[in-house]
């Protein structure tokens, strides 16, 4: 049995130690890394991914996925709830670092399975419509740069890189306390109350640092 951390990076301020700190943070004894890099997990399955791939054919009954949470083995519903349904059936028991959550197929209560399967199904869901979110949010954040008075003025660089961004807007929509968020991403507690009244003018900042 071996425990398999998935890492999948799509942007140059992710990387995929920081995501294996989390998780040995949290207490995983992580025997194998796999990750992706530079890669959607809106647009690509799990399955089409050059390492992801990889974890099919791997991963085997007792062994345990990793991952820094849902939207890292995808952002599409359907793909998602397929993956997880695909390990359960092997034997495998997925793991998040965020949240604490296990999903495995050794329960054979149907209320368990029920409520487990309704599970799946919720992560799946808010990890397709945070991903949605994010790209309006992108998508609004762009044009307000570009409507800004003076092109050239780019005002003060953001507190905050990409990765960081992400995981504030994550953990909010998950309701996680900002004095947690500010723990856990080293930001201030301002930084966070502004990305939180002003979404896209977080994502304008970035877009005109070209970050």
């Known amino acids: 049995m071996q425990t398999v951390l998935y890492a999948r990076v799509s ?35 799990l399955r089409e991914r050059p390492e992801g791939r990889r974890l099919f054919d791997m991963l085997r009954r007792g062994d345990v996925l990793v991952v820094r949470w849902v939207d890292r083995l995808g952002r599409n519903y359907a793909d998602v709830t397929e993956t997880i349904r695909t390990f359960m059936h092997r034997g495998v028991v997925i793991r998040t670092v965020i949240n604490g959550l296990t999903f495995d197929g050794a329960t054979t209560d149907p209320m368990q399975q029920a409520v487990r399967d309704a599970l799946i199904a919720f992560m799946a869901a808010t990890a397709q419509a945070q991903a949605e979110a994010t790209k309006e949010a992108q998508r609004a954040g762009i044009a307000h740069a570009k409507t800004q008075d003076g092109d050239t003025y780019k005002g003060r660089k953001p507190s905050y890189t990409r990765e960081q961004l992400e995981i504030v807007r994550d953990r909010l929509a998950q309701g996680t306390s900002v004095s947690a968020i500010a723990k856990e991403t080293g930001l201030s507690r301002q930084s966070i109350y502004r990305v939180q009244s002003n979404p896209a003018e977080a994502e304008a900042a970035l877009a005109r640092w070209a970050a």
């Open 11 to 45: 942007t140059a301020d992710q990387t995929i130690a920081h995501q294996r700190k989390q998780a040995e943070g949290a207490g995983f004894k992580v025997d194998v890394v796999v990750a992706d890099e530079g890669v959607s997990g809106v647009t690509t399955a």
